[in-house]
């Protein structure tokens, strides 16, 4: 069979040629609504317990409201129920703003329909979105995972032939393709610093809270390294890293190649040192391969400060004096 790329990405399914943006993802989704009756009735089903005729039915993409917004999708029969969906890319929720703005929408309100809701759409848990959605007095606010819908996808395949069991296989395989997972193919390692005080966690509540182990003890005793799931103000990467390299004491320590990884909100699981408390963000546990010593010391240099984290191939940390180096040599080859 031949293969086909796009923009040197391969087309693994029909849905890879809309693309794999939070908009590009909505798109897809809403598609599979309208081609697949059964997954729209369904996925309802779960979100609202309503049975629906999806004949019924009309899906609006990025409906524009002065003043409140575009909503990702509007869904509703105008008679049994009205949902707007917000799609998220990755471990993220909307925020009471955003979902303020859209239950104040003229078309959510005059609306006839019985049952209304608005809808967060992305990879998080629905446990988990229950403890950080927002609440909206009078608005019931709800949670549809990706991972509800990739399993909806495949009890319905069992039931169904044809074109519709076509298009609920690619849908399957393209949301788990686009789900946080690693890159196997990558060459770049995540070096951060590795701080020699003692960890601290920031509970869902806002408070600072100490743990009776170093960061570096973590790596040291568990073989475990734990940071944010990016998207925040942190800057960390959202996507699960294959290697990270830890630096400390002004050089490079070691490489590792990430064996698996858990997404949480509670470490303490994990390191019994942590405090056994919510965070206030999902966080990566990420579980570390053996060591990989550079064959020779390898210093900071002078453009890395503090802990500043970066990125830099591979190879470069074995044939570079300096991580300054590494990471100079890493852009250059970028830019080429």
Not at 169 to 176: D, H
Not at 186 to 200: D, I, K, M, P, Q
Not at 288 to 298: A, D, F, S, W
């Amino acid at each position: 069979m031949a293969e086909l790329f796009a923009y040197n990405e391969h087309i693994d399914t029909i849905f890879d040629l809309i693309g794999e943006s939070e908009n590009d993802i909505t798109k897809s989704i809403a598609w599979a609504f309208v081609k697949c009756p059964h997954l729209l009735e369904t996925v309802i089903d779960f979100l609202i317990h309503i049975n629906v005729d999806a004949e019924d039915i009309v899906i609006r993409y990025q409906e524009f409201e002065k003043d409140k917004g575009i909503t990702d999708l509007e869904i509703t029969d105008n008679q049994k129920f009205y949902i707007i969906i917000e799609a998220k890319r990755g471990w993220s929720l909307p925020g009471k703003e955003q979902l303020k703005l859209y239950s104040e929408r003229t078309a959510f309100i005059s609306n006839p329909a019985k049952a209304k809701a608005i809808v967060s759409m992305s990879e998080c848990t629905e446990e988990y979105a229950k403890k950080r959605l927002p609440t909206i007095p009078g608005i019931l606010i709800l949670h549809l995972p990706w991972m509800e819908i990739c399993d909806i996808s495949r009890k319905l395949r069992m039931k169904t032939a044809g074109k519709q069991n076509y298009i609920l296989g690619e849908l399957e395989r393209y949301i788990k393709r686009i789900m946080t997972t690693q890159n196997k193919d990558t060459n770049w390692v995540y070096v951060v610093s590795l701080g020699l005080g003692e960890a601290e966690i920031t509970t869902s509540e806002g408070k600072k809270q100490k743990a009776d182990i170093a960061y570096v003890d973590i790596v040291r005793k568990y073989h475990k390294y734990c940071c944010p799931v990016g998207g925040g103000k942190g800057g960390w990467p959202k996507e699960p890293l294959t290697y990270i390299a830890f630096r400390y004491n002004g050089k490079l320590q070691a490489i590792h190649h990430i064996e698996s990884y858990t997404v949480t909100d509670n470490l303490h699981p994990f390191v019994p040192e942590i405090p056994d408390a919510e965070l206030s963000e999902a966080h990566f546990v990420y579980e570390l391969g053996p060591e990989i010593i550079p064959p020779r010391e390898v210093r900071t240099g002078k453009r890395i400060v503090m802990s500043n984290r970066v990125w830099v191939q591979i190879d470069t940390l074995f044939t570079s004096e300096t991580l300054t180096e590494a990471l100079e040599i890493s852009k250059a080859r970028m830019n080429k």
